[in-house]
């Protein structure tokens, strides 16, 4: 008996269209490009990164470090960075928050604020901060307006980082939920 399902190939959804196989051999005589880094070594461009930790440990407070040095194109923590503008979505500190640990993070420099128009940031705490919305029958995901409007927002600034402070705020679903936590960050 065959254990695999057999489907009548007109009906078969593919989500995978637009894969195309390849063979390794097809690689020869050519060379893989060099990865991009936002931070050394560390933060890949155009890659999602993930910085976890338990709570209280100080993880905002090095990732507005971080801002402050790509956007300067300084080293952070001892490793270079690529500079450009960066976008920070906060949804657990307030307005007055950010603005202490900026001014604490460019008192520490010797920086002025007037040095980082580079720098787009905006707080949600205390608002909805979801940025999909999930069916809870069919567990699909669709983008809220604030994420609708986030990527109106990047492609105007067009920033090399762009941070969301924290996953639990922004994400509708289980974060121990692999699959969910796949599709989202998609």
Known sequence: MNAFKKYDN????????NTSWKRLSD??????????WTVDAWVPRGQVTLLYADGGVGKSQ????????VAKGESWFG????????????AEDDE??????????????????????????????????LLAAMDPI????????????????????????????????????DENNRALARQFIS
């Open 27 to 36: 690689l020869a005589n050519t060379t893989a490009k060099d990865r991009e």
């Open 138 to 173: 069919t567990k699909q995901m669709t983008p809220t307006s604030l994420m609708k409007e986030i990527e109106v927002t990047m492609s105007e600034y067009l920033p090399v980082l762009f941070v969301i402070d924290t996953l639990a705020d922004v994400f509708p679903a």
């Open 62 to 69: 090095i990732i507005l470090q971080l801002l402050t040095s």
């Open 10 to 17: 007109e009906n078969i959804p593919n989500e995978h269209e």
């Open 79 to 90: 490793l270079e960075t690529s500079k450009g503008t960066v976008m920070y979505l906060g």
């Open 96 to 129: 007055d928050e950010l603005h202490r640990r900026f001014e604490q993070i460019l008192f520490s420099q010797f920086a002025r604020y007037e040095d980082y128009n580079n720098v787009i940031y905006r707080s949600l705490a205390g608002q909805d901060a």
